[in-house]
């Protein structure tokens, strides 16, 4: 079965540099979560589509934004990258009227040097 | 963590015994999920248990839910080396989104 694809799978940058982490959601998934694992902690909700619009917002910096295309993938902009963004960073998807499981990606291993 | 707290943070279990992972959390919740972490890698999706539920079975696993006391617990039976993981619950708070809030984790460690 077609799982979540996020990509790159791994991402090196240098501080103050931009990034952007790509979402492509499981078929007939028109929810997209994105949430954050820092290193040896839990996992952070930081926003979240559907139907491209945002449904919840959580812990997400002002330095990223992001946003759900018509095909349903998402897209995370990360600007001026602080060491601190080191972080894994699950996309997660879900069909709106069975949004109680969110189906999650394998993740996108962001190192800012 | 934002919503629960884990305990143990780590266990150390000789292949063949129970496994269990208890988690507390701060709201009313809509429903309390279990996910699996292998190190470093995706969070795959174990068991969700609603809160109008107290316990639920799958497989070798076996959740309780007691929303008096704001707490779940996850027993794995007849643990196996593979079982080796980090196991987060996470919680669902009912609004509209569904976002999860995820507990700190407890890292399981079964050895053969």
């Known amino acids: 079965a077609a799982g979540v694809i996020q990509s790159p799978r791994h991402l090196i940058k240098e501080k103050r540099e931009t990034a952007t982490l790509k979402c492509y959601p499981i078929?007939?998934?028109?929810?997209v979560y994105w949430y954050q694992q820092g290193p040896g902690q839990d996992p952070q909700f930081l926003i979240s589509f559907y139907e491209k619009m945002q449904s919840d917002k959580g812990s997400i910096p002002d330095r990223f934004s992001a946003q759900q295309f018509s095909d349903y993938h998402s897209e995370l902009n990360m600007s001026s990258l602080e060491l601190g963004d080191s972080a894994l960073y699950f996309c997660a998807s879900s069909p709106w009227d069975l949004r109680e499981t969110q189906y999650f990606g394998p993740g996108t291993r962001l190192l800012v040097l | 963590s934002q919503q629960g707290e884990e305990d143990p943070q780590a266990l150390s279990i000789q292949e063949g015994e129970n496994a269990t992972m208890n988690c507390s959390y701060k709201t009313s919740i809509n429903n309390l999920q279990w996910y699996r972490q292998n190190s470093g890698r995706g969070l795959v999706h174990l068991i969700l248990?609603?809160?109008?539920?107290r316990e639920k079975h799958s497989g070798r696993l076996r959740v309780t839910l007691d929303t008096s006391k704001k707490s779940s617990s996850l027993l794995i039976t007849a643990s196996r080396a593979a079982d080796t993981a980090s196991y987060f619950c996470a919680t669902a708070l009912g609004d509209s989104s569904y976002k999860l809030i995820f507990g700190s984790g407890t890292r399981l460690l079964v050895r053969p």
């Open positions: 078929p007939r998934h028109d929810t």
């Open positions: 248990i609603r809160s109008n539920e």
